[in-house]
């Protein structure tokens, strides 16, 4: 086992070389908070994400880009142009210690500058290389463009994705770049798998990510498909609307200050509604919904303008309380009623903050400490942790090619000739 170094930080032995665009930041974020020592190296001048917006005080600036900041905590910054002689040989010598490399150049750009796989694992036989491209290294395919747009068309997401009666419609809004994000956080998990493996065999190898394969694996185009492949049958867009017999459901509702999810229960689970139904009735809104038996319903026998009926008196009280309320008494009275939380709820929300879910990160040249989202997991053996908040342009120059023997004047020199 190559296992070494502070052993209560999961990766802490390993060292990484980010190549990645907005495409994989997420990879290298995952594996810094878990303890790797990640070098994130960009172009003279900066990556071109740091242009994202939003921005930190709604201030343009390529050091205040809260997109750049969510995604790359947790690593050391340097320039290098790797499209020079001297820009690649410096990069071989960065390699010669590393134990992976992520990048998400178009197919056969690293190659093209002596740096791809093939080139770069004589130089360290044990080294790792995951790359993030559109459609993956083969296939007819493999040349292609994609953005997250394109991802999510070509996934069969968007297909399932808007109100049944209205066009697809894209998950989220651009800025999440959902793609981007499935791809990262399989590039992850692919080089853990490499890393566990070498530490078996003591060989390196090239992790092949295809984004468009991780939106078909992470969205619900993978139940879209099986449906298709076991009952030929197209899963149709639903919106806010849940079939279930044949009779089509509401689960969205309008509270007093937000959206609550919930549903008609009836049949079977007719008595969890009865629930919601005396929750109305205590306060004189249940209407003729207290004489209905929930747990008598035939579904077969219902028709449309019931549903229609019930479902205006539930909205009709629904409107009278807050978001907090009906997690209230959805906890104390045995409901399936939950808000539909925004950001600032989250913030908020006294579990996440007892499992101190949210860390904050300082940033010296804003004066100010940002919240962040921490690990989703947690454990008696390993720390996770934001190490630090992403870095300035080519802000660990200094220090890491000191590692490499060049001295500060051969920096100043680097820099002149636009190197680093």
């Not at 709604?58 to 750049?68: A, G, M, V």
Request: some cysteine.
């Amino acid at each position: 086992m190559d296992i070494k170094g502070n052993t209560e930080e999961l990766l802490a032995p390993y060292r990484i070389l980010d190549l990645t665009d907005d495409k994989a930041f997420l990879c290298g974020k995952i594996l810094g908070d878990a303890g790797a020592d990640v070098i994130k190296v960009e172009k003279p001048g900066g990556d071109e994400a740091r242009n994202i917006s939003p921005f930190y005080g709604d201030i343009p600036d390529t050091e205040k880009s809260l997109y750049w900041f969510a995604y790359n905590t947790s690593k050391r910054g340097i320039t290098l142009d790797i499209k020079t002689d001297q820009g690649q040989d410096i990069f071989k010598r960065l390699a010669e210690s590393a134990d992976c490399i992520i990048e998400s150049f178009p197919l056969g750009y690293l190659d093209n500058l002596g740096l791809g796989w093939l080139e770069l694992s004589r130089v360290n036989p044990r080294l790792i290389m995951t790359s993030v491209t559109p459609f993956g290294q083969t296939g007819p395919y493999k040349d292609h463009k994609i953005c997250d747009l394109t991802a999510q068309a070509f996934s069969g997401m968007m297909y399932t994705t808007g109100e049944s009666n209205g066009p697809c419609l894209q998950f989220a809004n651009a800025e999440n770049r959902q793609a981007y994000l499935q791809a990262g956080l399989h590039a992850a998990v692919g080089t853990m798998l490499a890393l566990y493996q070498r530490a078996m065999t003591g060989r390196g190898q090239q992790v092949d990510v295809s984004i468009a394969e991780c939106m078909v694996v992470g969205a619900d185009a993978i139940s879209f498909a099986a449906w298709w492949e076991l009952e030929k049958r197209l899963m149709k867009r639903t919106g806010n609307i849940i079939e279930r017999g044949g009779i089509k459901f509401n689960t969205v509702y309008p509270c007093k200050d937000g959206y609550v999810s919930t549903m008609l229960f009836v049949a079977s689970q007719g008595h969890i509604f009865q629930r919601m139904v005396d929750w109305m009735d205590s306060v004189g809104m249940a209407e003729d919904l207290k004489d209905v038996e929930w747990t008598k319903i035939d579904r077969l026998k219902l028709t449309e303008e019931e549903i229609n009926h019930w479902e205006d008196v539930l909205s009709k009280f629904l409107l009278t309380r807050s978001k907090k309320e009906v997690q209230k008494e959805s906890v104390e009275r045995g409901l399936i009623a939950y808000p539909v939380n925004e950001a600032k709820d989250l913030l908020d929300d006294p579990q996440l903050l007892s499992r101190e879910f949210f860390v904050k990160v300082t940033h010296p040249e804003l004066g100010s400490d940002l919240a962040y989202p921490g690990a989703p997991y947690k454990s008696t053996l390993i720390t996770h942790k934001i190490k630090c908040r992403a870095p300035l342009v080519g802000e660990h120059n200094e220090e890491i090619y000191k590692e490499l023997g060049i001295s500060k004047e051969e920096l100043v020199t680097l820099k002149e000739s636009g190197v680093i």
